[in-house]
């Protein structure tokens, strides 16, 4: 008996998607067999290794343009962590932000819409109704701290409907990236000490002009975004 080879595809490039670039990607949870909230979640969520955090492992593929099928993953803590001062988990707060967008993105949702319609788009039968989820995405090479390790693509952030990258990309047109890190320029070396003898004698510098207290005005503060309610699955599980 003989292996035909011929119709294997090409092996794929090892190189990272380029930093900044925005792209329609599906998302897929694998599960880690800790058990979540609901019936829906049994087995879905995995343990971190480092901490008592409970978390989403998810796979991420771009399904179109010049990096279709290209694929990174990431995790989104659901519970434990550092909490804040109502004993919340802090990683939870930032994993609820990140994929109230993805359902947007998905659907087509304004985040400034708080309409009755566009609320019940936001709920969810549990964290599993989001595998299969597909979004517009920026992604990012995130530099390793581990010298064993190279740099890896993450998600920077779900782009949403009132960008006008999201258009672009939904309409399958090329967006060009936008790296989010700049150049670290390397640091100059210091000049040599002098002794104090060689040192001119240090003359008083002219004070700041400084805005008295009742002069500045405290920064007005945003607020915060109401917690969507639970209900059914989204509209991209009934499409």
């Known amino acids: 008996m003989s292996l035909d080879f011929n119709d294997a595809e090409p092996q794929r490039s090892s190189d990272l998607i380029p930093d900044g670039s925005f792209a329609k990607v599906g998302m897929t949870i694998r599960k880690g067999g800790i058990d979540g909230d609901g019936e829906i979640d049994r087995g879905l969520l995995k343990a971190s290794q480092s901490s008592d955090a409970v978390m989403l492992d998810c796979e991420f593929t771009v399904l179109e343009g010049p990096h279709a099928r290209r694929q990174f993953w990431q995790t989104f803590v659901v519970r434990g962590g550092k909490v804040d001062e109502q004993s919340v988990s802090i990683g939870w707060k930032i994993s609820k932000g990140v994929l109230r967008a993805m359902m947007e993105s998905a659907q087509g949702l304004d985040p400034n819409d708080m309409s009755e319609a566009a609320k019940q788009k936001r709920m969810l039968r549990g ?39 999201w258009k672009k990309v939904m309409a399958g047109e090329a967006v060009p990236a936008a790296p989010s890190h700049r150049a670290v ?55």
């Not at 989001?130 to 701290?145: M, R, Y």
């Open 185 to 239: 320029r390397p640091s100059q070396p210091k000049p040599a000490a002098q002794p104090a003898w060689k040192e001119p004698a240090a003359t008083a510098a002219p004070p700041p002009n400084v805005k008295p207290a009742w002069g500045s005005s405290p920064a007005p503060q945003q607020a915060s975004a109401p917690a969507p309610a639970k209900s059914a699955g989204p509209a991209w599980l009934n499409s």
């Open 127 to 165: 964290l599993a109704d989001l595998h299969g989820i597909a979004f517009v995405a920026k992604i990012k090479i995130e530099p390793s701290t581990n010298p064993g390790y190279g740099d890896s693509n993450r998600l920077e952030r779900v782009v949403v409907p009132n960008e006008p990258e």
